[in-house]
């Protein structure tokens, strides 16, 4: 497994993207594991790690889901940092304990931390061992979700990454469709499919990780979010083509998103048109209902969950908000180019983050409106500015034409707030 | 390795996140990975500070470990300064840079030594692979102390000078910190009470604090060690370094109020005065309507003080029977140990979630007083539950005045410990009633679990599920008793069936099973 994550090289000089570095208010990768293991029904995640990783997910997933959750921790003491092989025992006894409890597992997921890094325990071989110990009865696979290497959303991505080498091959005209969506989500998308006789369709990450989607050379892959870049490659390096879409946020996007499958199986435009017509129209009226409160505000996006540039070219031409400034974690040229190059050239786009620097920005432009991360969000509301938490738009069905008046409601919502409260 | 679900106590920096973040005019230089800072959330979204927490991290990643990440220490513990601009700055490390040892602490020390950061520097070293939360937040409560006042302690030997008869006598509340259960009530409520007792309050610490403030700690007669969790270190290096005594009792409950301010007056050199008023919880607790609460079977678990507290109270002065109790806080295991004895009960002193749950399930309390974990194990099991200690959500912080210690805070574990319980009997008449047509059981519950009636219970199965089963009319039967013991009636049913090996619960087999249970 070779990820090679953006984080660790150097920047491209993208044109209209700037680079900022320095302190950083991001999750890591583990916190993917919140909606990953609701997703995949049959697998558990197991992070090899510290107290403060444990504390992270348990933190992220607020403590609304008690009760036993198919994650844990295999929290590292003192004595496992003495030797290596005494690890590997440790962690392999920690895998029986587990499996003992949870007989249900079919997939189990290694994931990796920056303590599990630093000390170079070799989650990867872990799992092939223990793959072979639990044949036919558990796979293991293994990926990084660690702070050092993944923010937020890509621990999706290496989680995805993980399992494109143990995919079936197949010589079948498929569609594949990348990156986690709602069930409610995926469901549309194969009605739609289904009309306009595309298919078969497989999404990754599937309901159960038992059960993973076939590729091969006549597989052609739609992107459902934008940070499953790595994937991607390593599924184009399997021969999948790349169908380059829009993301599927608002009427446009999710147009062009379906427009890019019907094009490549040799749809019309107008049978295209046809299909999708109802829904159209249908999200074109709901989202009428949003655009006065929305337009014209001032939005600005801190980096969070790399969805900040589809969701500002939604918000900016299909609710008329004004963008003021979008800053993403990290920017991939291949994937998020054609995004970057729908919204306006002067826009301030940036990728990293100086997380003060940046604050310092907003207290000056006093946006209507900010999109920040979960810590930040009070402290602006403190000072008098509206904000909208990203973490909500990782967890909630936002893509697809159904949802494109409810995405519009959650930015409209705390404006509406604040015009109501008189107090 | 140990495998973990869920835990009670985040890592030692998190707990020096609090201290740093109770206080003014300090800044924590934290050297750790971008994805620690999710601990940001825990102060704005739990506690709804307005605030940034008071901590920059380093934010170093992969490509920058072969590189010099010392180097990045040194120049963001210089932006930092300069941004911010505290009194002291506290630097230390999380669980990854610990690893890495670049030893932030002793770099800060070098650039204050060689004048390149012009501020005080409190070097932390918080062992992430051995240590919790609670135990972070003393330790750097002590290093701060310490690190301030060490100038100023006498040599040894010193007598503390006689309190001048004219100045009333000055005390410390030390322990009170962010995310810490009710603390700022408690705070309120303990002020009001000194004051009261002709006591006044120096310095209130780490909450609120500046470094400025810490200075005039030794000024006061005494020290309350208000949350030993957090204050005890302190208060025994202050006692040692500047002769200030501490109380010793955590005023929680009637009884451990009054004790605490017998013992302030001790310490004072005042007299005991009944001045401070008094609670509603004693004739609340002798009222006739009180009756019912005998004998309630209670769990309880949380921090040690919290739960050593709510056993007293429950013991006597609510007559409930204690029949578990424990803690995670193993700092604190002797003394919860000692106390499990007293009442005759084996302690549970553990992190483990999932330990604490099965000891819940196995004494099917009628009382669950814990944290919010215990709360989730008691809402599945359909147990009525109070919290009383910390980790915290975000409802522990009501927006009303609800103190846990003195005499008001007495009122308030009252009415929270009662509510649930007497909602639960309330319930209990409801389904009784339930063939009327004014009550239905799809009356939506407050206990938040599912209407009573014909739901199969929370409660899990019994582990040999489906060698027993019950006849119409016993079933029937069952659906009379009151649904929060009857999770319990019918366990005990079956493992009566099941002994006396008969395959179906009939209703005699019901009733030979409550016979044979009936204590
Ligand atoms: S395009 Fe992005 S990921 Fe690729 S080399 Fe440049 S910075 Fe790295
Ligand atoms: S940043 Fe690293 S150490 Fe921190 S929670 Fe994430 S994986 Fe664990």
Redesign the interface.
């Known amino acids: 497994m070779t990820a090679s994550l953006n984080?660790?090289?150097t920047p491209d000089l993208d044109p209209g993207v700037s680079y900022e570095q320095g302190?950083?208010?991001?999750?890591?990768?583990?916190?993917g594991i919140v909606w990953l293991h609701r997703k995949m029904q049959d697998a558990f995640f197991l992070v090899?790690?510290?107290?403060?990783?444990?504390?992270?997910i348990?933190?992220?997933a607020g403590?609304m889901i008690?009760?036993?959750?198919r994650f844990?921790?295999?929290?590292?003491?003192?004595r496992?940092?003495a030797g290596l092989a005494d690890?590997n025992d440790?962690?392999d006894?920690?895998v029986a304990?587990?499996l003992d409890r949870r007989p249900d597992i079919k997939t189990l997921f290694l994931v990796g931390s920056?303590?599990s890094?630093?000390?170079k325990l070799d989650l990867a071989t872990a799992a092939e061992r223990l793959s072979r110990n639990y044949l036919g009865r558990v796979r293991v696979a293994s990926y990084s979700g660690?702070?050092?290497?993944t923010?937020f959303t890509q621990g999706e991505d290496n989680c995805l990454l993980s399992l494109v080498p143990e995919m079936p091959e197949t010589s079948e005209r498929r569609l594949l469709v990348v990156g986690t969506l709602a069930d409610v989500v995926e469901d549309q998308f194969r009605r739609i499919f289904e009309q306009l006789g595309i298919g078969p369709v497989d999404f990754l990450p599937p309901r159960r990780a038992e059960s993973l989607p076939p590729v091969g050379p006549n597989v052609s892959m739609l992107l459902a979010q934008p940070f499953v870049c790595e994937t991607a490659r390593q599924l184009i390096k399997r021969g999948v083509t790349h169908l380059p879409a829009p993301y599927p946020l608002g009427v446009e996007g999710t147009l062009g998103w379906l427009q890019a499958a019907a094009r490549h199986w040799g749809v019309s435009d107008e049978a295209l048109t046809l299909a999708t017509q109802a829904p159209v129209t249908r999200a074109r009226k709901a989202l009428e209902h949003y655009r006065p409160r929305l337009q014209g505000k001032r939005i600005a996006f801190l980096p969070d969950s790399q969805l900040e540039i589809p969701l500002a070219r939604f918000l900016g031409s299909e609710c008329g908000m004004q963008l003021e400034s979008v800053g993403v974690p990290y920017f991939d040229r291949q994937f998020h180019g054609h995004e970057r190059a729908s919204l306006p050239a002067e826009l301030p786009v940036s990728e990293g983050q100086h997380v003060?620097r940046q604050l310092d920005r907003i207290h000056a432009v006093k946006p209507d409106l900010t999109v920040c991360?979960?810590?930040?969000?009070?402290?602006l509301?403190?000072a008098g500015l509206r904000t909208k938490w990203s973490i909500e738009l990782v967890f909630s069905p936002i893509q697809g034409f159904e949802q494109a008046a409810d995405l519009a409601e959650l930015f409209a919502r705390p404006l509406l707030r604040k015009e109501r409260l008189a107090v | 390795?140990?495998?973990?679900?869920?835990?009670y106590?985040?890592?030692p920096?998190?707990g020096a996140m609090r201290i740093a973040t109770s206080m003014r005019d300090v800044h924590y230089l934290l050297h750790a990975?971008?994805?620690?800072?999710?601990?940001?959330?825990?102060?704005?979204?739990i506690e709804?500070?307005?605030?940034?927490p008071p901590v920059?991290?380093?934010?170093?990643?992969?490509?920058d470990?072969g590189g010099d990440t010392a180097n990045m220490v040194t120049s963001?513990l210089k932006e930092t300064y300069e941004?911010f601009k505290p009194q002291v700055m506290l630097v230390g490390e999380?669980?990854?840079a610990e690893?890495?040892q670049d030893q932030p602490g002793t770099l800060a020390q070098g650039m204050v030594a060689n004048g390149e950061l012009p501020v005080p520097v409190v070097p932390l070293e918080l062992?992430?692979?051995?240590r919790?939360e609670n135990w972070g937040a003393s330790e750097t409560m002590y290093q701060m102390v310490r690190g301030l006042l060490l100038s100023q302690v006498p040599p040894p030997g010193t007598q503390r000078p006689e309190r001048d008869a004219g100045r009333p006598p000055l005390v410390n509340l030390l322990g009170p910190s962010s995310l810490g259960f009710r603390c700022r009530d408690d705070v309120r409520e303990i002020s009001s009470l000194l004051s009261q007792v002709g006591v006044e309050v120096n310095v209130i610490a780490p909450d609120g604090a500046s470094p400025q403030d810490l200075l005039k700690i030794p000024e006061a007669d005494f020290n309350c060690c208000l949350y030993p969790e957090t204050a005890l270190l302190t208060c025994q290096w202050l006692k040692r370094s500047f002769g200030q005594p501490f109380t010793q009792t955590v005023p929680i409950g009637v009884g451990a109020t009054r004790d605490f301010l017998a013992e302030v007056a001790g310490l004072a050199g005042t007299e005991t005065s009944d001045s401070a008023g008094d609670s509603r919880l004693p004739w609340y607790s002798r009222s006739i309507d009180s009756t019912y609460l005998t004998g309630k079977r209670v769990f309880i678990f949380g921090d040690a003080t919290h739960a050593l507290a709510a056993a007293r109270i429950a013991h006597e002065e609510l007559a409930f029977e204690v029949v578990g109790l424990g803690t995670y806080s193993r700092e604190f295991a002797r003394d919860v140990r000692k106390a499990a004895r007293d009442y005759g009960v084996e302690p549970l002193i553990t992190d483990n979630y999932?330990e604490v749950e099965d000891r819940v399930t196995e004494l099917q309390p009628e009382l669950v007083l814990g944290t919010?974990?215990e709360r989730?194990?008691a809402k599945?099991l359909g147990i009525p539950c109070a919290v009383i200690s910390a980790p915290v959500?975000v409802q522990d912080f009501p927006a009303r005045y609800s103190p846990q210690m003195g005499f008001e805070g007495a009122n308030v574990i009252f009415d929270t410990w009662v509510h649930p319980l007497m909602m639960g009997l309330e319930e209990h008449l409801l389904a009784m009633f339930r063939d009327d047509f004014e009550f239905n059981d799809s009356a939506p519950s407050h206990l938040g679990h599912q209407p009573v009636a014909d739901t199969p219970q929370p409660v899990p199965a019994p582990a040999e599920d489906g060698d027993v089963s019950w006849s119409q009319d016993a079933e029937q039967e069952l659906r009379k008793i009151p649904f929060f013991v009857r999770g319990k009636a019918r366990r005990n049913t079956e493992r009566f069936a099941r002994e006396q090996n008969l395959h179906t619960v009939t209703l005699d087999t019901l009733y030979d099973a409550k016979a044979h249970f009936s204590r």
């Not at chain 1, 090899?48 to 992270?56: K, N």
């Not at chain 1, 660690?146 to 290497?149: A, F, L, T």
């Open positions: 984080t660790n090289c302190p950083r208010e991001l999750f890591c990768g583990l916190t090899v790690g510290s107290r403060t990783c444990a504390h992270l348990q933190s992220a403590v008690f009760g036993e959750p844990a921790t295999a929290i590292l003491h003192d496992d940092l690890c440790e962690l006894r920690v304990e587990l920056c303590p890094e630093v000390i660690s702070g050092i290497e923010t003060d991360g979960l810590g930040l969000a009070n402290p509301e403190a | 390795m140990e495998l973990t679900v869920w835990t106590e985040g890592p920096h998190v990975p971008q994805g620690d800072t999710y601990a940001n959330l825990l102060f704005t979204m709804r500070r307005d605030q940034r920059t991290y380093t934010t170093f990643q992969a490509r470990l963001m941004r999380s669980c990854t690893l890495i062992p992430a692979y051995s919790k999932l919010q974990m989730h194990i599945r959500h």
